[in-house]
DNA sequence: CTTTTTGGTAAGCCATGCTTTATGTAAGCG
DNA sequence: CGCTTACATAAAGCATGGCTTACCAAAAAG
């Protein structure tokens, strides 16, 4: 049940900016702050939401480090969507077969 | 690119279960109210911003106001969702396949 | 046309949390 | 060892926003 947890993080508009800046793969945390107009500590403490949410990884490389996606809490948040969006759908579906049964009485 | 609505939106643990309510179907404002510790006036506010963003619909019927899912502002989040599942675990094989060259060099 | 039912709107309070400046820390470098 | 690089953590200010109480609106019932 973490998609809360992920749904809750990616609600910033800045956090989800820094989130998004590694889908094309890792980046270090600086590199990551000079694509936004924060400062480079308000990047550093949405990487660490998202790191205690378990969206993203770090790895230590010499004096930086590098941020990565992590796939477990992103499948979770995936997955409720999906599941949501079926739900949804076959309500829909059922709700056009009811009004065509209505019209054919 | 109405995801970053739906997401911000979907944010509050509160908002999040009303909208979960209607996973099962279509309900009026006042079923959906008794079922949380807040009060009708907040479930009402929920349900204004939900709207807003495009993720339910209202319908009147007499006095009451039946609520629905909207499918297009939820189709639009779980197409981004995929979107980022499907890069993050393209780049999950790649480094994967990386790690597997460096090792046989 | 008054009353009841079912909701929405307004105003205000208060907590959460995002941001910045300032300071701390750990690894490379000369 | 200092010094620089690269980043985290701390403290504080301030805005956002969710909750409650109080009030308003419209449709049905009698």
Known sequence: ????????????????????GLRDGPAPAGLLAKRFPVSRP???QHLKVLRDAGLVDVERRG??????I?????RELR???DGFWDDALLQYKEALERDDGHRQN
């Open 1 to 20: 049940m973490a998609y809360q947890k992920a749904l809750t993080v990616l609600s910033d508009p800045t956090r989800r900016a820094v989130f998004e």
């Open 42 to 44: 308000a990047v550093s």
């Open 63 to 68: 004096t930086s480090r590098i941020y990565s």
């Open 70 to 74: 992590r796939l477990d809490a992103l």
């Open 79 to 81: 997955d409720w969507i």
